[in-house]
């Protein structure tokens, strides 16, 4: 085994269980298959391959739990999400690496500001009428197309508005996530922007550490596990802005 590919199966556990106990996981999976060797737009569709598998895991788990969602509710999400995830696959598969790489970079430090404050879920507020909640969902779907890391913060505070309670609105973010997975990977694979070996690495790094977070989180953990995302976060930012070596 490679050092590239400790690198992506150790990284990828901890990201997994970062995943699994606070979220923002990707915004370490991205510059680890930088660091790797695999150029920025490539890295963010490889890293997608990851957030497929773990995601179907995490569906699977809330079926297994019995808690599901009536589909013909999601229609106002799904759809709009769906076009939008489409555009933005598209836009970020034309810019170059450098550009990805600085863009996701100076990203990772509000998503990891989001990620330790997160948005208030309040379900006490009236919802949103069904024009602002296509086009909200439609701009959430084209940032989950092009870049992915935090899309999940932002859902769960969006769904809430839409009608959702809390659990329900996990599962939706999970159904969310993977719907536009499923349209942004081939939009990667077509433009050649996924490498497969690091990619399926990545995955099983994730799937392990999703299992072992989910399993053995403990009292405190989640305290650790932000404190650790945050400073690695910080390093592996740094680094995609050139800040050093």
């Known amino acids: 085994m490679e050092w590239t590919d400790l690198l ?44 497929l598998t773990s ?58 500001l989001l990620t330790i404050f997160k948005p208030r879920v309040r379900t006490d507020r009236p919802d949103w009428p069904l024009a602002a909640t296509i086009g909200v969902f439609f701009l959430i779907g084209i940032y989950a197309g092009a870049i992915q890391a935090g899309v999940g913060l932002v859902l769960l505070a969006a769904l809430s508005r839409g009608g959702f309670d809390l ?39 994730l799937s392990i550490g999703g299992w072992i977070g989910a399993r053995f989180a403990v009292k405190g953990g989640e305290r650790w596990i932000r404190i650790v995302m945050v400073v690695a976060a910080l390093v592996l930012s740094g680094r995609l802005l050139g800040l050093y070596g």
């Open 8 to 51: 992506l199966l150790v990284g990828g556990a901890v990201a997994g269980v970062i995943n699994a106990m606070a979220g923002g996981g990707s915004t370490l999976t991205v510059p680890l298959l930088v660091l790797a060797g695999v150029p920025g737009v490539a890295a963010n569709g490889s890293n997608r391959v990851g957030i």
């Open 55 to 112: 995601n179907i895991s995490s569906l699977l788990s809330f079926r297994n739990q019995g808690v599901s969602v009536d589909l013909a509710r999601l229609l106002p999400i799904l759809g709009p999400a769906l076009a939008g995830a489409l555009v933005g696959a598209y836009g970020v598969s034309e810019v170059t690496d450098e550009t990805f790489e600085r863009v996701f970079g100076l990203l990772m430090i509000p998503i990891v």
């Open 167 to 205: 659990v329900t609105a996990n599962v939706v973010k999970v159904i969310f996530t993977i719907a536009a997975t499923v349209i942004a990977l081939p939009v990667f694979i077509i433009q050649g922007q996924v490498r497969w070996g690091p990619a399926i690495v990545l995955a099983v790094g």
